[in-house]
């Protein structure tokens, strides 16, 4: 059976998105940049490699190398801005903080989204962490983070791991979907070996580096949505839509999704 889960902001009745403005301020408005915008605008010459897909690998990998050693996003905000020039522009903070059923099994981090130096570019990255393995396995998993807003899409990249040393990461830079709202990748959450305590996918992280879709300044907001199934269910279909991640299941009696609180509303201008 092929059967659409998808979720359309707060179009749907009893979705699990918030309304656009839930936690932003008002269209038309500019989001507060965070502390650290100051100091990456100072003189900085950033480590990072030029290439938008380089770019957005390495600072992906930064984010988890710093949060593998239990830095706060505080400190990987600063880390991020005197190294390597990035400025938090979606007003500092963030949570594990999931919206809807099962939260009681998975979390997931609403986006954070970074301006790099001396470019109109941007990078936007959220994540997952199981708080315990799930009940249900053997099935493909999905993640993808979409925006409010139109983009111009550069790059993307998913990372995960396990939560020990049994799994190490593995890497995805090929996307299931992706479009101007954003980007989604498939994926397996196993193996897992539940004697050791760990899973191939216990956590991971996506980032996407984007421009605005033309010149301007716009306001925008992201979100991640997580799609797991069981019982050797595949995925057939992925579609990335305004405030929307949809995807299609060979059965819909196994498989559940979960979306992440979205951003503060952010302002992003392009200058040709």
Not at 39 to 56: I, N, Y
Not at 136 to 147: H, R
Request: glycine share 12%; with cysteine; net charge positive.
């Amino acid at each position: 059976m092929h059967t659409k889960m998808r979720l359309v902001g707060a179009a749907v009745a009893g979705a699990v998105l918030l309304p656009v403005g839930a936690s932003s301020t008002a269209f038309g408005q500019s989001a507060p940049a965070g502390a650290t915008g100051a100091a990456a605008a100072r003189g900085c010459v950033s480590k990072l490699p030029d290439s938008a897909k380089a770019q957005t690998d390495r600072v992906t990998a930064l984010i988890q190398k710093l949060e593998g050693q239990g830095l706060s996003q505080e400190r990987i905000d600063a880390k991020l801005a005197a190294d390597y020039c990035l400025e938090r522009v979606d007003g500092g903070g963030s949570d594990l903080s999931t919206l809807g059923s099962p939260s009681d099994e998975i979390k997931l981090s609403k986006p954070v989204i970074y301006k790099t130096s001396g470019k109109d570019r941007y990078i936007a990255a959220a994540g997952w962490k199981w708080k315990r393995f799930p009940g249900n396995v053997n099935g493909y998993d999905a993640f993808g983070i979409t925006f409010s807003k139109k983009v111009t899409p550069l790059a993307h990249s998913l990372v995960y791991q396990g939560n020990g040393n049994l799994y190490g990461k593995k890497k995805v830079t090929q996307a299931q979907e992706s479009g101007p709202y954003g980007s989604g990748f498939l994926f397996n959450e196993g193996p897992r070996n539940i004697y050791r305590g760990d899973m191939q996918g216990y956590q991971g992280l996506m980032g996407i580096s984007f421009k605005a879709s033309k010149v301007g300044c716009w306001n925008l907001q992201a979100f991640s949505k997580y799609g797991h199934s069981w019982k050797s269910t595949r995925a057939t279909g992925f579609s990335i839509g305004k405030w929307s991640i949809g995807v299609t299941w060979t059965n819909y009696n196994h498989n559940w999704q979960q979306a992440s609180q979205p951003s503060k509303e952010v302002t992003v201008c392009r200058k040709f």
